[in-house]
């Protein structure tokens, strides 16, 4: 079964700085997608950036750029210019390309925006 | 064009009892996915729905079970509820063959066993 580790429970980074999420995941498929999802308090989980497995360029969403390491099977988020309403809990997500009826989350990053 | 609705917001059960909880998809999804989030966890698959039939299960125990209408809607069941139930479930919506994305999660449902 996939899996997705999280290791940092918690995050704080200073407005305007930027600030590295990390994300490690472990699988024997070779096609898949992966996304980092933010859910702020009202629950709602927002997409925030998607990664197709076979591109080997990183994607970017304006502040957002993810760095895929497919190799080490690590898919780390970066924010930059960090916003107040950037804070939330950030959570990694596995979704196959095959199979694909399920996202597999990780367990999550609070994170905290300092003014 | 409408989101994810999920009701009710809250709700509170004791142990032993059945519960049902409700999602509209967005409009234009047929596919709709139920998720279990305990407190400090990320969201666990739970099953999901396309065309009113089961498309997909996670490691859940039968009494978890689910509808699907002709408009999209889903409903899940859960019977004899046990205090390791208590956890928000969200309601995602989607259209088939969506893998890369396209999901919208509702606001979840946050359930208490006592």
């Known amino acids: 079964a996939q899996t997705v580790t999280q290791s940092q429970p918690e995050m704080s980074v200073q407005e305007a700085e930027t600030v590295t999420l990390s994300c490690t995941y472990d699988t024997s498929e070779s096609d898949y997608y992966l996304f980092w999802y933010k859910q702020p308090p009202s629950r709602q989980m927002i997409l925030v950036i998607r990664q197709e497995a076979y591109k080997q360029q990183n994607a970017t969403e304006n502040r957002f750029s993810v760095n895929f390491q497919k190799a080490a099977k690590s898919f780390s988020l970066k924010i930059s210019d960090s916003q107040l309403g950037d804070a939330a809990m950030y959570f990694c997500?596995?979704?196959?390309?095959?199979?694909?009826?399920?996202?597999?989350f990780g367990t999550g990053t609070s994170l905290t925006v300092i003014p | 064009e409408t989101g994810v609705t999920q009701s009710p917001t809250h709700l509170i059960k004791t142990r032993g009892q059945q519960v049902t909880l409700r999602c509209s998809s967005q409009s234009g999804h047929n596919t709709v996915s139920w998720y279990q989030q305990a407190l400090g966890q990320g969201p666990q698959f739970i099953f999901q729905y396309y065309r009113e039939e089961e498309n997909g299960r996670g490691n859940f125990p039968p009494r978890f079970s689910g509808l699907q209408f002709p408009n999209y809607s889903s409903e899940l069941n859960v019977n004899a509820l046990e205090l390791d139930d208590s956890a928000l479930y969200l309601c995602?919506?989607?259209?088939?063959?969506?893998?890369?994305?396209?999901?919208?999660f509702g606001s979840g449902t946050r359930l208490t066993v006592v």
């Open positions: 995602a919506s989607s259209l088939a063959g969506g893998a890369m994305g396209g999901y919208t």
């Open positions: 997500a596995y979704r196959s390309a095959d199979t694909g009826n399920q996202f597999y």
